[in-house]
């Protein structure tokens, strides 16, 4: 598309029931989208998933497009049963093929751990359905889609469980240099409550 001008332009037109509106000019017509609006400015977000009443056994982002550089999933969220660790795979892969490093901090208190041939990796610590608090985190996914690299999410996050403060940071690598096309959180065991949010965005 070439550079038009926006006195060159004869019609903005919204389509009705779409995310789509059409620019027109002179012999022309571009159609543009909220996704590659988004993408053209630097970000667009892919999909957000709010976990309905009853709560949910996963959160599950698929048919990822692998048209941005990388991607970050930002997340308020609370366990629907004791606080536990929130796990993460790709492309639906449930073989032992992730390891990580894990680092946490509980009020004054410090730990640290990593583990190998893992069939999920751990990424986020989400506190208990009656604690009354939730987790909110970031998780990166650098370049998820180009690259002979295997692929990695990174997560910050940090909660207040009702007695302690805390903060995390998260390591998951996966052993597949395939493009990421879908990303399943999920809690072992136990659903992830009514009411968490979890929003998937696109980086170039």
Known sequence: MADTKISDLTAVTSLVGTDEFVLARSGA?????????GASLGSGLIQEIT?????????????????YRHLE???????????????????????????LEVLRGTGATASAATLSAQTAANIASLPATGSGYDAH?????????TGAFNRIAVCNYGLYDGTNSN?????????STAAVTRITLFISGVDIK??????LYGVT
């Open 194 to 199: 009514q009411g968490s949010v979890f929003s």
């Open 51 to 67: 976990v309905p009443s009853g709560g949910s056994a996963n959160i599950d982002f698929t048919s990822i497009p692998g048209t």
């Open 29 to 37: 017509t571009n159609k543009i989208t909220a996704t590659n609006l």
């Open 73 to 99: 999933l930002w997340f308020v969220a609370r366990s629907e049963g004791a606080a536990n660790d929130m796990l993460l795979r790709f492309n639906n892969d449930s073989g032992a093929n992730y390891r």
């Open 167 to 175: 903060v995390g940071t998260f390591s998951g690598q996966w052993s």
């Open 137 to 145: 985190g970031k998780i990166l996914f650098p370049y998820y889609a």
